[in-house]
């Protein structure tokens, strides 16, 4: 759903494409990074920003969604176990070690307690290690 004029009718632009002009036969997609203001189809004014960058604790990347024929571009959370400070990112980073994220939409990582590590002391990412142990003496 590409097109905002279809014969004599206008339609709305779909998920993460945009169109700042009135009367154009097509919408323009969002940079990787980015979505429509609040992920959904917009209308908006002439000359108007009309893609928000991801924030930090997210990353873009273009999904399938079902009854869409192009892929669109989200912005998701980072998982667990990875983080993202910065904003309009394309991807998440793994926490490194002594270092853990147990929730999901993070911008840093917690670093582990001093005389604890993480359990295997190497770098957490998704599916490992979710905290940090004590370290024997």
């Known amino acids: 759903m590409r097109s905002v004029r279809s014969d004599a009718a206008c339609i709305a632009c779909a998920d993460s494409y945009y169109q700042p002009t009135a009367g ?10 980015s979505q429509t203001e609040g992920g959904a189809s917009q209308w908006v004014t002439s000359g108007a920003v009309a893609c928000d960058a ?18 669109v571009v989200k912005c998701l959370d980072c998982p667990e176990g990875q983080s993202q400070p910065t ?45 940090c142990v004590g370290l024997m003496q």
């Open 24 to 33: 154009q036969a097509s919408c323009i997609e969002c940079a990787l990074g």
């Open 54 to 71: 991801c924030d930090s604790g997210q990353y873009g990347s273009t999904i399938a969604v079902s009854g869409i024929t192009d892929p």
């Open 87 to 131: 904003t309009q990112q394309t991807s998440c980073v793994n926490c490194g070690a002594g270092q853990y994220q147990p929730g999901t939409g993070h911008a840093s990582c917690i670093p582990c307690a001093a005389g604890s590590q993480t359990e295997d002391g190497k770098p957490h990412h998704p599916g490992r290690d979710l905290g």
